[in-house]
């Protein structure tokens, strides 16, 4: 065993790191666990969307003396969330701005007798006008957030778009919106939290960022660093949704354990998970569209905006993204985005997997069909001819000087799919048949990472450190939720030092063990953590041959007697990397100019639908998913990314609908909350065209995202081509089709008449 | 008829996993919390407490149950199968192992439930169509891998027993 | 979970006269539960006001199913995924076996009992169409001895049928004499599994040299109970069946239908799909019947 040139581990299907706890049924996820003498919090929360809150009252029939009640006035730091701004109250202080806010906290051992103290409280409130969307909070009437409603704005220009309108050849306009979607982890938001005079607080939790709640925490109870710790638990699923909700829950279950004295449980059921907790921004994109006579790009004008509810916490990131995909992955001299997060009196919006990206890229995607169907132009044609290539610039000015393959990835799309053949089958079958089925293709990017500066200003710390039990660990705070974080990480570990994948284990998620790798979002984990951990491990070998006499070509043995070696001089044996920008990445937070993303994943994806006429009901037969996310790391994983991102994806287009009453969620239910089951998933194929990147961890790019972008308007552009009409929003339910084409006919009778 | 007593809290006894458990446990406890809580068997998972995701499924007397709807007064006497029961670290059932090689778990939560389905529909129906397979599984609810390679994991599965079957195995249906 | 398990108290008389007795000495007080794929919803979600339940889980006198030469009697603790294997089930009331394989999901079937889905009486029952367009009767029994009625009588009112106090349904009686008839039945629910209806429609006609001869059409979800569409049938009884009586049974439907707009679907897409389903039934028949 020795370091090679040949990847030995990276590549290959190595068996998942957690090994069998999960086929056991061993697996401890938050709710799995009990503490002798636990208590369980609960909270009562605000039934009105905006309103001052004039009393709290508490019933006589129960013994408030056995409760733990917690209110504002308990916080012994700050009230507030630190995200990127700290708007976000804790909790509510005389006044709530969306429903669901959290106003009272209770604790108490028995949990029934918590269910009837949580009904027991009564709010008096005074309400106040609410704006519930994104048109109610444009009219700045009432004023709901700072002064003027806008939680963020961005202005991108490239080149003079009001002058390309004059001479083009054609002008398209189009809206397309998307509505609220919800993770629906099969595992519901849960910590638990415990406090000491000695140590602090700590707090277990089903979690994405240790160190987002260690840094919230810090500021609410007012503590040192050294007197909070937080530690990741198994989690059953996140995708966004526990990236700063957990902030939040697990500072409402510190404050009831350090008034309690005891250890407390928090932990969601659904109906309270899908009511409360954040979801994916609504958007309004409108496009406007100049093109020359050949159907090539001369100008793109787009606004965006997307809801960002009551408070801002990632709205202004999400937006940032958002507008930095709007253009879509086509050559364009003149692009101007104008777009807009507004504030509304809904539960607060936050990530969901692809984070601003698949509202923006549905629009894109959408109206290229909508310009390809008024200009004559076949959809595939008019994306070839304004593809981005290498040395090309984005609509940020960015050169492409990493290889673009959408040509590539097209073909192999189409080829795939069968796409002409099966349209042509179509063409001829449709006519005589009630259910009409239809083929469309979305192409898109995907920014891998966080945008810009981003990451320096994270300026991630990971490590690799070895035991004296000759056990190889890797020192994240990246966390494994299903995507493979533990395994990928492992095989890089073990690639780069060049010992065996099972030598080498994940320290505990625990922010007294682990330095802050950054949090586990922005598809950024095996590009950068995974480059840092590359670093690390060949950093570690670089000192074992330096200092601690370990030949070129060792064996295993060699390397971990040359590891206590070392470990006798440094009295520890551990490697750390800190995060380097790549040369060359300049970026204008200003002027929205520059290199946006260090490295972008592509990719180009093909649906077939069906759409029953009787039923007005659309459904994915099949699906094609061709992508380039530099090296696969992992082959069984990386399928599985973007097969669980497509299926995400069929559900945003044509399932998850978010029924809104008065500002709440009315349909907080798995049973009218509806993501598609075994039966309704169609099958997915999937094609991985690799081109290492240069600095991602041991060449990959960003995956897990990248997948959820395209169905929506590939599903979308499917539905068009099948029955001849455009839909421009989601999700796409049965009756929202029937009343397009009922109003559509009354239009048209009554034109007719 | 004679005076009745309320019993709040009857004596209840079942098979678990092949061992007889008795509990004192209110009529309408629910199976899902007296295997969590009571037998503090937490393989079986909740997730939305309604008999919609299929996380909580158990075999009771040889059917597929959503052990959050059954009320535990009415497992009396009843042969209960949770995930725990299905194998171990080093004896893994055959549909562990296909799960395990094929990618089927992910996060992992829906997994013990996942398990429990298969194995019902492989006791009922061991050689499955994948019409079948999808059928057998819909009332499982997987938000991670988009179901792709849990269908692949089932069928490995059928393979593995149809072997073992072959050779007489343990796990032979 | 949000129900107090405490608070509610569950027996199991173990036999159906001890149930029996039990409402009959208390009526209205004790509520039955068979498989609880209702009951145990409303319990987690803390809405479970009946606080009294008595179990029919496990009653064999309950669960069968006796075919005979004119009738299948179903009893009513027969679960969906019963009815969905047992061969004469589906050879005599083939949309019966049909509506029990989209019931929920397999450990739904296993638990969910036909006497559970009428008894909780909801406009969107997965059974009650087929019932209604076989004719189907229900037994009722209690210490007073038995009775029976049509099954279109049982509905009364949204969420209210015509059992008194003390009564329990006993079985379904399902008249086999539909084998001649072209039969139909389709669900339209929110996805493929799972999904609770949005509207169905069940059928079952006759046709004499191109007349319709005998019609029956049912549905969920466009009244506040499952019902026969009494007004659309009789705009097709009697009628030779072509495009135009199609298009009139259609406007009778859609005039008939008084679906609502709920958290799930809304009432012009309900009228509306009703009236494309009787079409693609009516036109089956047509092109079957062109064809003989």
Not at chain 1, 222 to 244: C, H, M, N, S, W
Not at chain 1, 429 to 449: D, Q, T
Not at chain 3, 234 to 255: F, H, K, V, Y
């Amino acid at each position: 065993m020795s370091t090679s040139e040949k990847a030995r581990i990276v590549g290959t299907a190595v068996p998942r790191k957690e090994g069998v706890d999960k086929l056991l049924g061993r697996a401890r996820y938050l709710d799995d666990i009990e503490r002798e003498g636990m208590w369980f919090g609960a909270t009562v929360r605000s039934s009105i969307p905006r309103g001052l809150i004039r009393s709290i009252g508490f019933d006589r029939r129960i013994d408030w003396t056995e409760f733990t009640v917690v209110t504002a006035a308990d916080i012994p730091g700050k009230n507030h969330i630190h995200l990127i701004n700290t708007d976000q109250p804790v909790m509510a202080d005389g006044m709530v701005n969306h429903c669901e806010e959290a106003i009272v906290l209770l604790a108490h051992p028995d949990k029934h007798k918590l269910r009837e103290a949580v009904d027991a409280v009564s709010i008096e409130y005074e309400p106040l006008k609410p704006a519930l969307s994104i048109e109610e909070s444009e009219r700045q009437d009432p004023i709901v957030w700072g002064a003027d409603n806008i939680l963020k704005s961005f202005l991108l220009e490239k080149g003079d778009v009001d002058s390309a309108w004059a001479t083009a050849a054609h002008i398209v306009e189009g809206e397309y919106r998307t509505g609220a979607q919800e993770h629906l982890y099969i595992e519901n938001n849960g910590v638990i939290a415990e406090w000491s005079d000695e140590s602090g607080i700590t707090v277990w939790g089903s979690l994405q960022c240790p160190y987002y709640v260690h840094k919230s925490l810090l500021a609410v109870l007012d503590l040192p660093e050294d007197k909070v710790r937080v530690i990741q638990t198994e989690t059953g699923g996140a995708f966004g949704g526990k990236e700063d909700y957990p902030s939040t829950l697990a500072s409402h279950a510190a404050l009831l354990a350090m008034k309690s004295g005891h250890v407390v449980k928090m932990a969601y059921d659904r109906m309270e998970d899908l009511a409360a907790t954040t979801k994916r921004h609504p958007s309004r994109v409108r496009h406007r569209t100049a093109l020359d006579r050949d159907g090539r790009l001369l100008a793109m004008d787009i606004e965006v905006a997307t809801d960002g509810g009551a408070y801002s916490t990632l709205s202004s990131t999400v937006l940032s993204r958002a507008t930095l995909h709007s253009p879509g992955p086509y050559v364009c001299p003149n692009v101007r985005v104008t777009s807009r997060s507004w504030a509304t009196n809904t539960v607060p919006y936050g990530a969901f997997r692809g984070f601003g990206a698949p509202q923006a890229i549905f629009a894109v995607e959408r109206h290229m069909d909508e310009i390809a169907a008024a200009i004559g132009i076949d959809p595939v044609e008019l994306r070839r001819r304004n593809f981005l290539h290498d040395g090309e610039t984005t609509a940020t000015e960015q050169v492409m000087r990493e290889p673009v393959i959408l040509d590539q990835l097209l073909d192999r799309a189409l080829a795939e799919s069968d796409y002409y053949e099966r349209r042509k089958r179509f063409a001829r079958e449709n006519p005589s048949s009630a259910v009409k089925r239809g083929l469309g293709i979305a192409a898109f990017y995907h920014g891998a990472g966080f945008t810009g500066s981003g990451e320096r200003y994270l300026n991630s710390l990971a490590g690799i450190d070895v035991t004296p039990e000759g056990k190889v660990r890797v020192l994240v705070a990246n966390t494994e939720f299903g995507q493979g974080t533990n395994t990928i990480l492992s095989q890089i570990a073990a690639e780069s030092i060049g010992i065996d994948y099972d030598d080498v284990e994940m320290a505990p998620v625990d922010t007294n063990v682990v330095p802050n790798s950054g949090p586990t979002v922005a598809s950024r984990t095996s590009m950068v953590v995974g480059r840092l951990i590359e670093r690390a491990g060949l950093q570690l070998v670089g000192v074992l041959h330096e200092r601690a006499g370990l030949k070129q070509d060792f064996t295993r043995d060699e390397f971990f007697a040359a590891c206590e070696r070392l470990r006798k001089q440094d009295g520890e044996v551990v490697s750390r990397c800190r995060y380097e920008a790549p040369e060359g990445i300049f970026w204008d937070d200003q002027k929205y100019r520059g290199e946006a993303y260090p490295a972008f994943a592509w990719s180009v994806q093909v649906a077939q639908v069906a759409v029953d006429t009787a039923t007005y009901s659309a459904e994915v037969d099949e699906f094609w998913s061709v992508q380039e996310v530099g090296r696969v790391l992992h082959p069984v994983l990386a399928g599985g990314q973007i097969e669980g991102g497509v299926a995400q994806g069929i559900g945003y287009a044509l399932y998850e609908k978010v029924v809104w009453k008065d500002g709440r969620m009315a349909n907080n239910q798995m049973t009218n909350y509806i993501m598609p089951t075994a039966q309704d998933v169609p099958p997915i194929h999937i094609y991985f065209e690799e081109i290492p990147c240069r600095f991602g961890g041991c060449g990959a790019k960003g995956i897990g995202e990248l997948p959820h972008d395209g169905p929506a308007p590939a599903i979308l552009n499917g539905i068009r081509d099948a029955i001849g009409v455009g839909f421009n929003s989601i999700p796409l339910l049965p009756e929202d089709l029937f009343a397009q084409l009922n109003a559509q006919e009354s239009k048209a009778e009554a034109a007719a008449v | 008829m004679s005076e009745r007593r309320p019993n709040f809290n009857p004596r209840i006894s079942f098979i678990v996993n092949g061992e007889r458990r008795t509990v004192e446990a209110p009529g309408m406890k629910r199976l899902l919390d007296v295997l969590r809580e009571d037998l503090h068997l937490t393989g079986t998972k909740e997730g939305c407490g309604e008999g919609e995701c299929g996380s909580c499924s158990v075999r009771m007397n040889g059917e597929l149950v959503n052990s959050c709807l059954v009320p535990v007064l009415q497992a009396e006497g009843a042969e209960i199968e949770t995930v725990e029961g299905l194998g171990t670290a080093d004896g893994l059932h055959p549909i562990q192992k296909a799960f395990l090689e094929c990618g089927g778990a992910q996060c992992g939560i829906c997994t013990p439930g996942m398990l429990m389905a298969t194995a019902q529909l492989l006791a009922v129906n061991p050689h499955p169509t994948i019409v079948e397979i999808r059928e057998g599984l819909a009332g499982n609810l997987c938000r991670c891998t988009g179901f792709k390679r849990i269908f692949d994991s089932v069928a490995a599965a059928v393979g593995k027993m149809d072997a073992s079957a072959k050779t007489g195995g343990a796990h032979a249906g | 979970m949000r129900g107090n398990a405490a608070a509610h108290e569950l027996i199991a008389p173990g036999s159906l006269e001890g149930v029996l007795e039990l409402l009959a000495g208390a009526p209205g007080e004790w509520t039955p539960i068979a498989g609880g794929t209702e009951i145990m919803v409303a319990h987690a979600a803390g809405r479970l006001r009946e606080k009294k339940l008595v179990s029919l889980w496990g009653l064999g006198e309950l669960r069968f199913i006796e075919a005979s030469e004119d009738s299948i009697a179903i009893g009513a603790g027969v679960t969906f995924g019963d009815l969905r294997t047992h061969s004469g089930v589906e050879s005599g009331a083939h949309l019966l076996a049909k509506s029990a394989t989209w019931i929920g999901s397999i450990a739904n079937q296993s638990r969910a009992t036909i006497g559970g889905n009428l008894v909780n009486g909801s406009p969107a029952a997965d059974s009650s169409p087929a019932l209604l367009v076989y004719d189907a009767e229900v037994e009722l029994i209690s210490v007073r001895g038995r009775r029976r009625i049509a099954y279109s009588d049982f509905h009364t009112g949204y969420k209210r049928n015509a059992m008194a106090p003390d009564e329990l349904l006993y079985a379904v009686h399902v008249p086999i004499r539909f084998r001649e008839h072209k039969q139909y039945l389709r669900k339209v629910g929110t996805r493929r599994a799972m999904a609770i209806s949005k509207m169905a429609l069940a059928g079952t006609a006759l046709l004499k040299a191109g007349y319709i001869g005998e019609i029956r059409l049912a549905a969920a979800s466009l009244a506040p109970f499952p019902a026969r569409l009494y007004k659309t049938e009789a705009a097709l009884r009697g009628r030779l069946l072509n495009s135009e009586t199609i298009r009139e049974a259609q406007e009778a439907l859609m005039d008939e239908a008084k679906p609502i707009d709920d958290i799930r679907s809304t009432a012009a897409y309900r009228s509306r799909v009703a009236a494309n389903l009787l079409g693609e039934f009516l036109l089956d028949l047509l092109s079957a019947e062109e064809h003989q």
